[in-house]
């Protein structure tokens, strides 16, 4: 009898600019390489670079033809937008999607997928973001990014920081440079 094939949920979390959506890339030209054939989801409100492509703070790019984009809610009728037959699926931005974005990764693991999904797991407050404590439960490993502290200098940020002059309350701010930066610790410290 053939043996069902485990499930490998690899999550990069960190704060912004400290490379989650790139190694979301570099795994993308990795298994290109191989031959492998590769699926790419985002939520269709990250429209900061493109609306129709993945592509990271240094400008590399998934292209448009392995993207699919996704509303936030994630309703079963996008579903059929998603090819399960291919072999690697990587998930970007995850914290902006709702509780189903849960659910779309059990169902990746119930068919023994591979799966690599970034998002930021603590929002500018430090409080938890979305539902990355619920992806972050569901890895077989967790790949934990620091950036560059944009105050001080240090290469161990671990928080994002949302510029005081921005008045804007909410947990979920599209934005980059203009709105946040990547800090440690004693920088960020509210």
């Keep these: 009898m053939e043996s069902e094939k485990n499930p490998l ?5 960190g704060p912004m600019y400290s490379g989650k959506s790139t190694a979301l890339y570099n795994m993308y030209e990795y298994y290109n390489a191989l ?7 985002k939520p269709n409100i990250d429209k900061r ?11 590399k790019e998934i292209p448009t033809s392995s ?14 937008n998603i090819n399960f037959g291919l072999d690697v699926f990587l998930i970007d931005e995850a914290q902006f999607f709702s509780v189903q974005i849960v659910d779309f990764v059990k169902r990746l693991m119930n068919i023994g997928k591979e799966i690599h999904i970034a998002g930021l797991d603590v929002d500018s407050k ?23 502290c944009k105050k001080c200098g240090c290469e161990n940020a671990t928080r ?11 947990q979920v701010l599209i934005g980059g440079e203009e709105i ?11």
């Design 9 to 13: 949920v690899i999550v990069y979390s």
């Design 180 to 190: 946040y930066e990547s800090r440690c610790y004693n920088c960020w410290k509210l």
């Design 126 to 148: 430090g409080m938890p973001f979305g539902n990355m404590p619920q992806i972050l439960a569901l890895a077989s490993e967790v790949k934990k990014f620091q950036g560059k």
């Design 49 to 59: 670079y493109s609306s129709n492509s993945i592509i990271t703070h240094s400008k």
């Design 160 to 170: 994002t920081y949302r510029k005081p002059e921005i008045k804007e309350d909410s």
């Design 67 to 80: 993207v699919v984009n996704l509303s936030i809610d994630l309703p079963q009728e996008e579903w059929k």
């Design 35 to 41: 031959g492998k054939k590769v699926q790419a989801v």
